[in-house]
């Protein structure tokens, strides 16, 4: 068997040998990231729907205390016209 001179030309790849265990370790890292990412980004959106929404909910109660105030308001003055 031979070995290979330093100089020689050629590809790397046709004298060393492949490592599938840390292909396979890299590209399960590089999955993770992504899906990592993925959901990071859908968080992000979740918690700007979840804002707007409790942005409208608070709308809403203001709304029914301003109508029962207004309520209120017109009982006792046409309470007090009588």
């Known amino acids: 068997m031979s070995i290979r001179p330093k ?3 050629g590809s790397r790849f046709l ?3 492949f490592d599938a265990a ?3 370790i890299e590209a399960n890292e590089r999955v993770a990231e992504e899906r990592w990412s993925g959901l990071e980004y ?3 959106q979740i918690e700007g729907t ?3 929404l409790e942005k409208r909910i608070w ?3 203001y ?3 301003a109508f029962l105030l207004a309520q209120g308001a017109e009982a006792l003055l046409t309470a007090a016209m009588r």
Do not use: H, I, K, M
């Open 7 to 9: 100089s020689s030309g």
């Open 22 to 24: 840390a292909a396979r």
């Open 59 to 61: 709308l809403g109660v």
């Open 50 to 52: 979840l804002e707007r």
């Open 15 to 17: 004298y060393d040998s």
């Open 63 to 65: 709304g029914v205390a």
């Open 42 to 44: 859908r968080l992000v």
